[in-house]
Structure formats: structure tokens, C-alpha cells
């Protein structure tokens, strides 16, 4: 996932990680180009996913 994939589906992905867990908040879920690594240990952090957990579900949209 690059970020221009990232970039394009934010809004979507963001609505559904908050509907499957809704402790994350938004600045959890803030997108800032180029820091797509910061984004990711955000994630993995607050559900307890890999990377790569959290790449597959992305694809799997």
C-alpha cells in the first residue's frame, strides 16, 4: 500500500477502522503524507495488529 492508495481511500478507511474500533480517535487516525510509518505504529498500537495485518485488511477493501 502506497501512499497514494492511502491518500485516495482516506476518508473511507478511516470511517471503517472507527466502526470496528471505536476507541480510536482522530488524532489516531490523522493522515499526513509522507508519514505513513507514524501512522501505522499509531495503529498497530491502539488494535493490536501488525503492519502487515493492517495492510491485508486495507486490500482486502
Do not use: V
Request: glycine letters at 8%; zero cysteines; aromatic letters at 10%.
Amino acid at each position: 500500500m502506497n501512499s497514494t492508495e492511502i491518500k485516495g481511500t482516506w476518508n473511507e478507511l478511516k470511517g471503517k477502522l472507527k466502526q470496528k474500533y471505536a476507541d480510536l480517535t482522530e488524532d489516531d487516525l490523522l493522515y499526513e503524507e509522507g508519514k505513513e510509518d507514524e501512522l501505522f505504529g499509531r495503529l498497530q498500537q491502539k488494535i493490536g495488529k501488525t503492519k502487515e495485518e493492517i495492510t491485508k485488511w486495507y486490500n482486502e477493501l
